[in-house]
């Protein structure tokens, strides 16, 4: 029943390419059983496995795909592997449309509340929602008359906040805007603790427009390393509007770069006052000929998702510049009001 020649080479060489030792349970994730497909695994050691539905003539079953678990290889797999079976299946008529919209500091009712009704009541629309900290994905699907009406609500209501309509991630879309304008970037992170360079790093070609990331958590550091007056900031405070400012200052002039961000915040759960309380951050954008600009947010939640929070809202903030707008008039929180209030979930 069990089956080891097609999937074993495969194993053997992926554990070679990557110098891990080869054992006895590496070599077990090669077992295939009878009458399987193998999906080859370019991520992985253990291939994904495929069983048509009623292998045994004698016994009804279903469809059945064995899949790894981690995401960095059970993602690409089902998409580039797994769907094209399942197409093959399931027979979805060729009239329908599906279109992704991805928004950037929104949250997923206030997006919701400012399309839903309007899109749903279009006959034969079908709208979807995902949500993730500062970033929601709309999708719809129906007949092409029904997604053309559905478009136009969807971009005339939430325009600026699309960020992608493919399923780019926020950071590829700077690196690829960077990229096209021929600009450089720096960053400064306090209380997102170096997210902001993670994240642009994992997007390849960020080296093209990547020049340096700074983490000065403390004081000290953004005084040696970004050249931030001390009597700033025991006048106003490391997390305020001035020192925001000047640590994307001092980031841009050190790296030489087009622009840079900085952060600075209070993630929490103590360190907080009347005046600036848990969740309180401070995001400054610094570019040439320009003042910098500086906004403040408020993100309250666990320390984990007010980096995230931070982390979008800064991304955004550079894309709008990108983009040509004028992103001290636009509130990254809703389509409409106050920076300061709470992020929408």
């Known amino acids: 029943m069990i089956l080891r020649a097609i999937s074993l080479p495969i194993c053997l060489a992926w554990s070679c390419g990557k110098t891990i030792k080869w054992t006895s349970r590496i070599a077990r994730q090669a077992d295939v059983p009878t009458g399987a497909q193998i999906l080859p695994n370019e991520n992985g050691s253990a291939p994904g496995l495929y069983f048509r539905a009623n292998i045994n003539p004698r016994i009804r079953s279903p469809h059945l795909f064995l899949l790894p678990g981690p995401p960095r290889e059970l993602q690409p797999m089902f998409r580039e592997l797994a769907m094209p079976i399942l197409r093959s299946i399931v027979q979805v008529p060729h009239s329908l449309e599906r279109r992704l919209y991805k928004i950037a500091g929104i949250g997923e009712s206030t997006v919701e509340e400012t399309i839903g009704e309007k899109v749903l009541v279009i006959p034969g629309i079908e709208l979807g929602y ?7 994905d709309v999708r719809i699907l129906g007949e092409p008359d029904a997604v053309a009406r559905a478009d136009l609500v969807i971009r005339g209501e939430l325009g600026l906040s699309i960020f992608s309509t493919s399923d780019e991630s926020l950071e590829e879309v700077l690196v690829k805007l960077l990229t096209e304008r021929k600009e450089t970037l720096a960053l400064a992170e306090s209380c997102t603790g170096g997210l902001l360079a993670n994240r642009i790093t994992n997007v390849p070609g960020a080296s093209k427009v990547f020049v340096a990331g700074h983490v000065v958590y403390a004081n000290e550091a ?21 020192a925001a400012r000047a640590m994307a200052e001092g980031a841009r002039a050190r790296a030489r770069s087009a622009y840079s961000l900085a952060t600075t915040g209070i993630a929490g759960p103590t360190g907080g006052s009347e005046e600036k309380p848990v969740g309180t951050v401070y995001i400054a954008l610094a570019f040439a000929d320009q003042e910098t600009m500086v906004k403040r947010f408020f993100f309250p939640s666990d320390r984990e998702t007010f980096k995230q929070l931070t982390a979008q809202a800064a991304f955004e903030m550079l894309r709008r510049r990108l983009i040509g707008c004028r992103v001290g008039a636009i509130d990254l929180n809703r389509p409409g009001g106050s920076v300061n209030r709470p992020y929408d979930y």
């Open 130 to 136: 995902c949500a993730r900290p500062g970033e929601v």
């Open 222 to 242: 953004k005084i040696n390393m970004l050249g931030v007056d001390k009597n700033l900031i025991e006048k106003h405070g490391a997390v305020s509007e001035p």
